[in-house]
């Protein structure tokens, strides 16, 4: 059962070109999203979260938009450049009993290559 | 400088053996995690620990071990018992203190059993 999903295992952009990467969840409790940035051989590195009490978080180059009645969250990364190019991976949180347990269900992760 | 240091970068061992990688942070967070991250996957829980001397089970913990007897340090042994210990295996702490408590990431150990 998959509840965060994303679609596009790989995504080609051109530098200086927008990139969006999208993900999908199916369970509405989750309170958080979060976008993790991953490299191989290392760890993900945090890039950007938003609550659902939001519909949009913005930082620098990265913003993520949330719709939370269609389920659906994107990245957008603008404007692209080569050493964006990694693993993107959405992951949702579920908030027990005011934070009492913080456990991220992770998509599958979705690799952006940025041409120059 | 602070952060969350995993050892070794690289691990080989033999079908059978048990092995320990090593998890340490010195951000002062409460809670540690557990992931293992195989070929086409999303990260994976194996087990997280909301304060010392607690931990439960994640979503695939079938094979693996932890204790947590310092808030500093979260060490998981990958039993004979697991039967697909390849993969790469990460650490993450959070703290509780901040909203939303995010999680942050170790290097990452390859563990590779020949």
């Known amino acids: 059962d998959q509840q965060v999903k994303q679609n596009s295992p790989s995504l080609s952009v051109q530098e200086g070109r927008i990139s969006i990467l999208n993900c999908d969840y199916t369970?509405?409790?989750?309170?958080?999203f979060l976008w993790y940035k991953k490299y191989p051989a290392e760890g993900p590195t945090f890039l950007i979260s938003?609550?659902?009490?939001?519909d949009k978080n913005e930082d620098g180059r990265f913003t993520v938009f949330l719709n939370k009645s269609a389920k659906h969250l994107s990245l957008h990364i603008v404007p692209s450049q080569p050493g964006d190019s990694a693993v993107y991976f959405c992951?949702?949180?579920?908030?027990?009993?005011?934070?009492?347990?913080?456990?991220?269900?992770f998509g599958t992760g979705t690799l952006l290559a940025v041409q120059p | 400088d602070g952060g969350i240091t995993q050892s070794p970068k690289y691990l080989f061992r033999k079908e059978g053996q048990n092995v320990t990688l090593s998890c340490e942070q010195n951000?002062?967070?409460?809670?540690m995690y557990w992931y293992r991250q195989d070929p086409g996957q999303g990260l994976r829980l194996i087990y997280y620990?909301?304060?010392?001397?607690?931990?439960q089970k994640g979503d695939i913990a079938e094979g693996y071990s932890v204790s947590r007897e310092k808030k500093e340090s979260f060490p998981l042994t990958v039993t004979s018992a697991q039967k697909n210990p390849t993969a790469f295996y990460l650490c993450?702490?959070?703290?509780?203190?901040?909203?939303?408590?995010?999680?942050?990431f170790g290097p990452g150990t390859r563990l590779t059993v020949l």
């Open positions: 993450a702490s959070s703290s509780r203190q901040t909203t939303p408590d995010t999680q942050y």
């Open positions: 369970n509405s409790m989750f309170d958080y």
């Open positions: 938003i609550s659902s009490i939001k």
């Open positions: 992951a949702a949180r579920r908030d027990f009993y005011g934070g009492a347990t913080n456990k991220l269900i």
């Open positions: 951000l002062n967070h409460d809670a």
């Open positions: 620990s909301q304060i010392v001397n607690d931990f």
